[in-house]
């Protein structure tokens, strides 16, 4: 009786340690070969137009600004039909504009405080926004666009090496970006940007580097 209950107890213990080596194997704490992570195909969108448009799209949720705030950011050129404080084709202006557009067109959320989460854009930048001067409203701009890159990439942790890859990218798009502006001004289809020097969208991407260390 005592050896048959003592039997018994080697094949259980036997039992656990195969399950628990199992459990820890597929755990990846085995020893074994760890299992993939379950991750849906990559998308082989330019990771820079990924990347400014998820920043500018959780910045405009972070910060809670308002309909009538984006409506000013995107209001359309009369003499040209576009987005008057974008760069028609340009690399970083794109991003940027399509995530204000998806900011502007979001769903309701089960929230009780609204749709978004910040309290609102600060005063000073909404009456910036407003202001005659296109000068003036592209420094709006290239603020909100600064600080929303700089807020995601800093969440990155990025290695230094990496960090210098992406100042390389965004200095690179930016030349892109001035260099379609000096076209438009050229052809004489530049509308607002007719007398600018610069691009704000392109200036605040590349800015966020000294946001943040
Ligand atoms: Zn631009």
């Given at each position: 009786m005592q050896s048959k209950k003592r039997r018994l107890m080697v094949v259980a213990v036997a039992a656990a340690v195969v399950v628990v080596g199992w459990a820890g194997d597929a755990l990846g704490k085995g020893g074994g070969e760890r299992a993939p992570v379950v991750q849906a195909a990559k998308s082989n969108i330019d990771p820079t137009y990924r990347t400014v448009f998820f920043s500018v799209l959780e910045g405009l949720y972070d910060d809670g600004a308002?309909?009538?705030?984006?409506?000013?950011?995107?209001?359309?050129?009369?003499?040209?039909?576009?987005?008057?404080?974008f760069i028609p084709g340009c690399p970083l202006c794109l991003p940027s504009l399509d995530a204000l557009r998806v900011y502007r067109e979001r769903a309701g959320l089960s929230l009780k405080i609204g749709n978004t989460f910040g309290?609102?854009?600060?005063?000073?930048?909404?009456?910036?926004?407003k202001s005659e001067s296109m000068h003036q409203r592209l420094e709006?701009?290239?603020?909100?666009?600064?600080?929303?890159?700089a807020r995601r990439l800093d969440s990155q942790r990025l290695t230094d090496e990496e960090r210098g890859e992406w100042r390389m990218r965004m200095a690179e798009r930016r030349k892109k970006g001035e260099a379609y502006m000096r076209e438009m001004q050229r052809a004489g289809r530049a509308g607002a940007f007719a007398d600018q020097k610069r691009c704000g969208v392109c200036d605040g991407a590349n800015e966020a580097f000294d946001l943040f260390d």
């Open positions: 308002s309909n009538e705030f984006v409506d000013l950011v995107l209001q359309n050129d009369p003499e040209t039909g576009t987005a008057m404080h309290r609102g854009i600060e005063a000073e930048l909404v009456a910036g926004i709006v701009v290239e603020t909100l666009v600064a600080r929303y890159v």
